[in-house]
């Protein structure tokens, strides 16, 4: 029961945006986002185009660097990004230390901040000259800290990255070979996560890459500044909107429910509850990226197969849902998440990993609006005003005469 106009005219000229819904904090030149018309580019470039053409090195190049890469400078950054991949042995214990069921998502954070306690190059005299090395060592690293947190959370070895794998083929090699199943990575699997990485790889001044931005502009060294992005990410409002749409469907499954009643509980204006995976708060037509999602899903798909039933609820909501005029009328999609929540469950990714995926895609990103703020000569520090809304000067009355 804030007096909000009286608290207004009391304040002078700070403005009060909650969320910050209104207020451009920077200038950018990384990513273009077009709610009405549906429209996403990296950097110029659609999401479509760089879907179809690119892999997800290139597009963390394009987004880190600001151009594509040649085929050359492409192999040499692949490469390096290998020669980088391994963690220091005394990180490798480190993660022998969590408990077996931490949160991947809390063993990622702390070990990215770790990072600049193992490579400090960015304390030390010219951090400018180290810059390039700790983006690379991170880009590189981060993927090998998602893999392990998962093997640490299931408690098997740790498998080390191959040089002879790319990226992705990397990626899901340390997260599922073992010494007793000839494992491979799936191709198609391999093209999923290089399209969703991409899909995820930056969306403007969202909630995490806030905080990296803010923490940055303390001049806080690149990895506590994303250690800062991988917490604002955990969050089930942001990163964690996947994980909720598999827990969706899996209750439908287990308390028994139709997939009509779902959808009518979630008209019912009586009750809060809403379909996770439906409707965004910028893209009031197909998000462009579920559209490429839900073709990827497909694809996925016909290599799996429908493998459970929780295949067939998700088909069966997406279609009652999209033809529905309540869902129709308000603009309400279904949205990357629903798409990217499936396609990790078909690719038997565990659900507490999928936000530690949101964040290796999120990454470059986050990379990019990082350096961007470091060379923006009209930044300063993050510090937001506030409209102080509490108590009048008091005194203290003494402890033993408090009641
Ligand atoms: N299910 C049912 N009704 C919905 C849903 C939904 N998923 N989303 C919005 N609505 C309804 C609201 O009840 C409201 O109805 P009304 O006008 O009759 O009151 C109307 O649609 C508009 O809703 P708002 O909350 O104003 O829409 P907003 O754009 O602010 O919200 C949001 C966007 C938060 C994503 C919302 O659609 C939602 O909660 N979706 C489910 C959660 C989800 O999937 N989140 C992931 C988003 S994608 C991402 O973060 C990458």
């Not at 290998?82 to 931490?102: E, G, I, Q």
């Not at 996947?242 to 997939?259: F, H, P, R, T, Y």
């Not at 009586?270 to 497909?298: E, W």
Request: some cysteine.
């Amino acid at each position: 029961s804030l007096d909000i106009a009286s608290l207004r005219k009391d304040t002078g000229y700070i403005t009060y945006d909650p969320g910050f819904i209104n207020t451009g904090s920077c200038m950018s030149s990384i990513c273009y986002i077009d709610g009405e018309k549906g429209i996403l580019r990296y950097r110029g470039y659609d999401i479509a185009d760089l879907v179809q053409n690119c892999d997800f090195i290139e597009v963390a190049y394009l987004l880190v660097k600001g151009v594509l890469p040649t085929l050359d400078e492409r192999s040499n950054y692949a490469r390096l990004l290998n020669k980088h991949s391994m963690l220091h042995t005394d990180m490798r214990n480190f993660f022998r230390s969590y408990p077996h069921d931490a949160h991947p998502m809390a063993i990622l954070a702390s070990m990215v901040a770790s990072l600049s306690a193992f490579y400090p190059e960015m304390e030390e005299k010219d951090p400018e000259d180290n810059i390039d090395l700790t983006v690379t060592r991170l880009l590189s690293k981060m993927r090998t800290i998602a893999a392990f947190s998962y093997r640490q959370s299931i408690g098997y070895d740790f498998v080390d990255p191959r040089y002879d794998y790319s990226y992705c083929e990397n990626f899901l090699n340390m997260m599922f070979s073992s010494p007793v199943l000839d494992y491979h990575p799936d191709p198609v699997h391999v093209k999923a996560l290089n399209q969703l990485l991409i899909l995820h790889a930056d969306h403007e001044q969202n909630c995490s890459t806030s905080a990296v931005r803010l923490v940055g502009s303390s001049e806080a060294n690149l990895y506590a500044s994303v250690a800062a992005g991988c917490c604002a990410l955990w969050g089930p409002k942001h990163g964690g909107a996947n994980q909720a749409v598999i827990e969706m469907l899996n209750k439908i499954i287990k308390e028994g429910l139709s997939v009509k009643e779902i959808v009518e509980k979630a008209k019912d204006k009586s009750n809060t509850f809403r379909l996770s995976g439906f409707g965004h708060r910028v893209y009031k037509t197909f998000d462009p990226r579920a559209r490429i999602a839900k073709q990827m899903c497909q694809e996925v798909l016909n290599v799996e197969g429908m493998h459970d039933s929780l295949m067939e609820v998700a088909l069966e909501l997406e279609d009652i849902a999209i033809h529905d005029d309540y869902f129709i009328e308000r603009n309400l999609y279904p949205n990357i998440d629903f798409y990217t929540g499936i396609i990790f469950h078909l690719m038997r990714i565990p659900q507490q990993m999928f936000t530690v995926l949101f964040a290796m895609g999120r990454l470059p990103g986050w990379i990019a609006h990082y350096l961007e703020w470091r060379h923006d000569p009209y930044q300063k520090i993050g510090r937001p005003r506030q409209i102080y809304a509490g108590p009048e000067t008091r005194k203290v009355i003494p402890l033993s005469l408090r009641t």
